[in-house]
């Protein structure tokens, strides 16, 4: 397939490694001036664009992709950074690949949609009142991917759970004694570890129906306490302190305290995350940081028997 990554950065490139390793013909996007090193390095092509900006599509346009994500990130941590990048930047990449359409366009939303502070379970069928200008941003998002598939594009929507894994995760932090934790430690969180993300959306490439919205999360659901609490003993660091939360309307994605369900993305594209849940996940980080610190010879021995 040929597969345009609106947004090759932190989780777009490690989907490119993945695809262009199963032998697809993958183009990631970037900003204007930003580095391409790591695409090229991945096999990736490099198509510099910003998705905020449509005179700058005008290469997207011109081409024919089978497989379309839209998982960028926004410029700036605001409101308006939030509002260009995902109802702006769906609109505009649509309008670009109006002429030629995919045969499937994946958003990449996120968890946050649900604003839930009650510790209650959430599925796809859930209310969607989200309390961050993150979450209204990308519920806008997908709404632009709902008027699409009504006029015959073949969308899907998945919401994201908190991304982590390799370079993104709290153990630097806890490293550090620089932990930081909102004012509730019984609030439950809902991860995903970036591959299992990747993996995710290659599923839904290749199973899933127009106008289908899925959750991603591992589903172990673990409060902010046990998380951050585990994280600490592993590491060796002071366990974190809880201060009192920031309110909703000064961040992107405020706090919330609900208990994410991703059945529907098992049961109907047969996806399963290869990081059950948090512990399996930071363990596979630490053994490779651990195996960084060894000889060469002995770290590949040890991953490749």
Not at 162 to 188: K, M, Q, T, V
Not at 195 to 214: K, P
Request: with cysteine.
């Amino acid at each position: 397939m040929r597969v345009l990554i609106a947004g090759c950065g932190y989780l777009g490139l490690a989907l490119g490694a993945r695809l262009v390793a199963a032998g697809h013909q993958v183009s990631g996007m970037r900003r204007p001036g930003s580095d391409i090193a790591p695409l090229r390095h991945a096999g990736i092509v490099p198509v510099s664009a910003d998705l905020s900006i449509p005179q700058t599509l005008a290469g997207v346009s011109g081409n024919t992709w089978d497989w379309v994500v839209h998982c960028a990130a926004p410029a700036e941590h605001s409101e308006s950074g939030y509002r260009a990048v995902y109802p702006g930047g769906a609109r505009h990449l649509l309008h670009a690949l109006e002429s030629s359409r995919p045969r499937s366009f994946v958003l990449v939303s996120s968890t946050s949609v649900y604003g839930q502070v009650d510790g209650s379970l959430v599925d796809e069928m859930s209310p969607t009142e989200p309390v961050g200008f993150g979450g209204r941003a990308m519920l806008e998002a997908e709404h632009v991917l709902r008027d699409a598939a009504a006029a015959g594009w073949t969308t899907v929507i998945l919401r994201a759970a908190g991304l982590y894994g390799p370079g993104r995760n709290r153990l630097a932090a806890a490293r550090r004694g620089e932990f930081r934790a909102s004012g509730d430690p019984s609030r439950w969180m809902n991860l995903i570890h970036r591959d299992d993300l990747a993996a995710a959306i290659v599923a839904a490439f290749e199973c899933a129906r127009g106008g289908t919205t899925y959750n991603v999360c591992d589903g172990s659901h673990a409060t902010e306490a046990g998380f951050l609490g585990w994280i600490a003993g592993r590491v060796g660091a002071a366990p974190p302190q809880f201060a009192a939360p920031m309110a909703a309307s000064t961040q992107g994605r405020a706090p919330t305290n609900k208990r994410v369900v991703g059945e529907r993305l098992r049961r109907e594209l047969g996806w399963v995350p290869a990081f059950p849940d948090f512990r399996a996940g930071y363990e596979s980080i630490l053994a490779v940081e651990h195996c960084q610190q060894l000889p060469l010879d002995t770290c590949v021995n040890s991953v490749h028997p």
